[in-house]
């Protein structure tokens, strides 16, 4: 999965994601207390499947799967696009962390 995009990112994972056929140039293997943003990214992913009931998605069909993926991702940039008006001077990592408000 990591290999069609070695030209155009890099992939953060822990180092129990070895491979057998050895690793791909992009994948960067992180070992405990390095690379910490990944930990960013999980906290938004885990926040967003609570807010957004992620876990509970039983679609019939692969459109109304998508659309549901698409409107979940509008719904992130929006709350993201709010929270840097209404508090641009907040640390990018900090600002991330006020979406937790929509959660309870």
Not at 58 to 68: A, E, G, I, L, P
Request: net charge positive; proline share 5%.
């Amino acid at each position: 999965m990591v290999v069609p995009y070695e030209d155009q990112t890099i992939v953060l994972a822990d180092v129990g994601f070895k491979d057998a056929n050895g690793i791909p140039a992009n994948l960067q293997l992180c070992p405990r207390g390095t690379w910490n943003e990944r930990m960013l990214v999980e906290t938004a992913l885990s926040l967003i499947t609570t807010v957004c009931g992620l876990k509970k998605v039983f679609h019939r069909t692969r459109h109304h799967f998508q659309t549901r993926l698409a409107y979940v991702t509008a719904m992130f940039n929006a709350l993201l696009a709010l929270n840097r008006t209404l508090q641009p001077d907040a640390d990018p990592y900090h600002r991330l962390f006020h979406l937790a408000q929509y959660a309870l």
